[in-house]
């Protein structure tokens, strides 16, 4: 524990590599009188991870080699509201019950899927779809592939790789795309 201008810190819910801090009153103190969109606030440290809070921050480290597409993925999380992509474990994710739909629009467990990517899916896709093992479209090709929200079974991602997923992916999958950009022309709309 180090201290910080905002007291950042690791190890939110215990993961070590989850960067962000509860002292929002401390950022906007430092910020009060300026003009800003969104906040970004890079820790100088090269340790890996970060933290983005929809709606509120993104915090990442600056000095870590994968630092580029980490402060891209946690924009994902706290400017677009998206969902983290990858899976840990086959038991169910207390944040995401089966018989709820998340709220985020790039996963789902299928409750009232009509309400996020289907019209993005090509006529005759499996729901689920199969993971294709020689695929070479991973990053573009719609369906709803399973594992997400942290667990293996249950919950769907709209492609095999996206930006919410892995570090490694060049962009963000086109439902993130659309998610991010109805976002922006919300606020943009005069």
Known sequence: WKSTAVSSHFNTFYSDRYLTTSRVKSIHNWLA?????????????????????????????????????????????????????????????????????????????????????????????????????????????????EGAGYTQKGIYRPTTECRMKINEAPVFCPVCQRALERLINFYTAK
Not at 35 to 54: F, K, V
Not at 74 to 93: N, V, W
Request: aromatic content about 14%.
């Open 33 to 145: 009188g300026i003009p800003y969109e969104h906040i970004i606030i890079l820790a100088n440290t090269d340790t890996y991870g970060g933290g983005g809070i929809y709606n509120s921050y993104t915090l990442t480290t600056a000095h870590h080699p994968d630092f580029r597409p980490v402060v891209v993925h946690e924009f994902g999380h706290s400017f677009g509201g998206l969902a983290d992509e990858y899976a840990y474990t086959e038991a169910p994710s207390p944040q995401y019950p089966y018989n709820v739909e998340p709220w985020e629009p790039n996963i789902t467990t299928l409750v009232n899927f009509g309400s996020k990517w289907k019209d993005m899916i090509p006529e005759g896709t499996a729901i689920p779809t199969p993971t294709a093992t020689q695929d070479t479209d991973l990053y573009t090709k719609v369906g709803v592939y």
